[in-house]
């Protein structure tokens, strides 16, 4: 089965600040990653995904992230905060042939920016 | 532009009185899923239809229902909320790619958030 942890529910950066939200995942097979943000009353916006081509994933707004095997993790970076990426972001997983692409999402994390 | 549209996007509904949230795709996925999100919670399924076949997610109560009468719309019924059952609804849609051996990549409507009185 499928996992997706996210280090700290809460992140707060100030602005210009770097953005790193952890993303650890478990898979029993090659998995496909993806980060989503979430703003208030609004639905999911994917960000990025990671499809086993390029380990370094660039997305919208910015940010990226780096699909790294032996440590199981998939970060989320962007080199400087703004107030416009204080939002909720979910990392999830799914994978080729998972019950009709089913996510497994993580719990989330809130960032924060401060000015 | 090709999207998923929820409808509506604010619902307020009694204690004990059905309502029924609605989903409309211009995407022509196969693929249709329900998810319930609880304030400061992930997403959490609660169903899908792959074409017409229902597939319920072993731990979605019974007062939850839904239909899919055609590709294009699926609706969500809740035969009677309770306190426990305000949150946002997600609709979200993919095409099935099992064929290629791909993923299925998701795409998500705006919500529609539930109250109940």
């Known amino acids: 089965a499928q996992s997706v942890t996210q280090l700290g529910s809460h992140v707060s950066v100030s602005e210009g600040a770097l953005v790193l939200l952890r993303c650890n995942y478990s898979s029993s097979v090659p998995p496909y990653l993806f980060w989503y943000v979430q703003y208030p009353n609004q639905g999911l916006q994917l960000l990025l995904k990671?499809?086993?081509?390029?380990?370094l994933v660039k997305g919208i707004n910015g940010f990226e992230a780096e699909f790294k095997k032996s440590e199981t993790s998939f970060h989320l970076t962007k080199p400087s905060a703004h107030m416009s990426d204080a939002a909720e972001y979910f990392c999830a997983v799914t994978i080729y042939g998972g019950s009709q692409g089913n996510l497994i999402f993580g719990k989330g994390t809130k960032l924060s920016v401060k000015p | 532009d090709a999207m998923v549209i929820q409808n509506p996007r604010y619902q307020v509904t009694q204690f004990g009185k059905p309502v029924t949230l609605s989903c409309s795709q211009t995407?022509?996925?196969?693929?249709m899923y329900w998810y319930q999100q609880k304030s400061s919670q992930a997403p959490k399924l609660l169903f899908h239809?792959?074409?017409?076949?229902?597939?319920n997610e072993a731990d979605t109560p019974d007062n939850f229902q839904s239909r899919r009468p055609n590709t294009s719309f699926c609706f969500l019924d809740i035969r009677s909320p309770g306190l426990g059952d305000a949150a946002m609804y997600l609709c979200a849609t993919s095409r099935d790619q099992s064929n290629y051996r791909s993923y299925n990549e998701q795409f998500f409507g705006p919500g529609t958030r539930l109250t109940v009185l």
């Open positions: 995407l022509n996925h196969n693929v």
């Open positions: 990671y499809t086993s081509a390029a380990t």
């Open positions: 239809y792959y074409d017409k076949d229902f597939n």
